[in-house]
């Protein structure tokens, strides 16, 4: 089966690479700026889209919430996504068959180690907390892909190097 050409092209790594370091630098930003500091400056690029205040009324579990801030968190998720689909799924350099066998044998693996993470999740993690263990859930099968991939990747390359 060719999925090669399924892939994108190779310059969407080094694109990727951008995008995720960006949306680390993001988050970090964001997590060490206070509240009030951050929420006040988005207002006004809220107000503009009539997203000033974004209310769920009678959300189950939770009698209601108001997301005042989900719009900068949103669009660091978002280039976490983007960065992780760019750097997972674009051609190496050198796509051959060994490569494809590697790439799927990857995304194998990822999807079993998720599926393990996910029972354990269910079995011990109760409450609202459930709800951040299932966002994480969500991202980890593509980062666990691109983790499994480049270091089967790096072993074998290591390996052949070591046989010549």
Not at 12 to 24: D, Q, R, S
Not at 93 to 107: A, G, K, N, P, W
Not at 148 to 159: A, E, P, W
């Amino acid at each position: 089966m060719k999925t090669s050409k399924l892939l994108l092209p190779y310059g969407f790594k080094c694109a990727g690479l951008w995008i995720l370091a960006v949306a680390v630098v993001l988050l970090l930003v964001y997590s060490i700026v206070p509240d009030g500091m951050l929420c006040s400056s988005w207002n006004d690029f809220r107000a503009l889209f009539g997203l000033e205040r974004i209310r769920v009324e009678n959300f189950p579990f939770t009698g209601g919430f108001s997301a005042d801030s989900d719009l900068v968190n949103s669009f660091i998720w978002v280039l976490f996504v983007v960065g992780g689909v760019f750097i997972g799924f674009s051609r190496n350099r050198s796509e051959d068959e060994f490569i494809e066998h590697l790439r799927y044998e990857s995304l194998i693996l990822s999807l079993y180690f998720n599926c393990i993470l996910l029972v354990a999740a269910i079995v011990f993690v109760w409450g609202l907390s459930f709800v951040s263990v299932m966002m994480f859930n969500m991202f980890s099968t593509l980062y666990f892909f691109i983790i499994c991939f480049y270091v089967r990747l790096f072993i074998n390359k290591r390996s052949l190097g070591n046989e010549e």
